[in-house]
């Protein structure tokens, strides 16, 4: 499978990170657990992040999939 993980970094700390495995925000400061608390809570939030994951991830892992088998 494909794990997006989306890291969100102030002060080179990471705050708070979102992993499309567990599906959530995950806050590591009292800055981000607060903001994923929030973040966790709103649909349209999870849904940008998820949405990514079918735009990018999925379509990038289908092209390079395609250009491995095409060299072999």
Do not use: M, P
């Amino acid at each position: 499978g494909i794990e997006l993980i989306d890291s969100y970094v102030f002060n080179k700390v990471e705050d708070i990170r979102f992993n499309s495995t567990v599906g959530r925000f995950v806050g590591y400061t009292e800055h981000g657990l607060k903001n994923a608390e929030a973040w966790n809570s709103d649909a349209g939030q999870l849904g940008q992040e998820q949405g990514e994951l079918e735009r990018v991830c999925k379509h990038n892992a289908d092209l390079h999939y395609s250009a491995i088998l095409d060299k072999t």
